[in-house]
């Protein structure tokens, strides 16, 4: 496989609601290629909704973005990073999250607080974050 270059911009979507409406959402993406095995995704909150870390919509975002950057989820790590806004005494700074595969789609999201250092780490190399 050829060595990627890393991905870093905005990214915008809208995520259709469970019931009703369109959640619109907005996040620094980052993806990175340390090595061949390996592909890990960092989003950071932009404070566009309030509270979006929550299955249903992190389950049709790794999906939307899995497909659009052609990325494969055997090699996938994805990483939540939480602005200073909007983070809460008692989360890290970092989750990541760690997804079941039901017939090529995430489900089922399960978080798991981790530091800077091990997503640093994952990422391979320093991270720049708009909202650290």
């Known amino acids: 496989m050829p060595t990627r270059q890393k991905i870093e911009q905005l990214y915008y979507c809208q995520i259709p609601g469970q019931i009703f409406g369109v959640w619109n959402l907005q996040c620094q993406l980052c993806i990175y290629y340390p090595h061949p095995e390996l592909q890990t995704v960092i989003i ?6 309030a509270n979006w870390f929550i299955p249903y919509q992190v389950e049709f975002l790794i999906n939307q973005i899995i497909h659009e950057f052609h990325l494969d989820p055997e090699l996938l790590v994805w990483i939540e990073h939480y602005s200073s806004q909007i983070k809460k005494p008692s989360w890290a700074d970092f989750s990541q999250v760690e997804f079941q595969w039901h017939t090529g789609k995430a489900i089922n999201p399960t978080w798991k607080n981790i530091d800077r250092e091990l997503a640093r780490s994952l990422a391979g190399e320093a ?3 708009i909202a650290a």
Do not use: G, T
Request: aromatic share 0%; charged share 20%; glycine share 0%.
């Open 44 to 49: 950071s909150d932009m404070c566009s909704e």
């Open 127 to 129: 991270l720049h974050l």
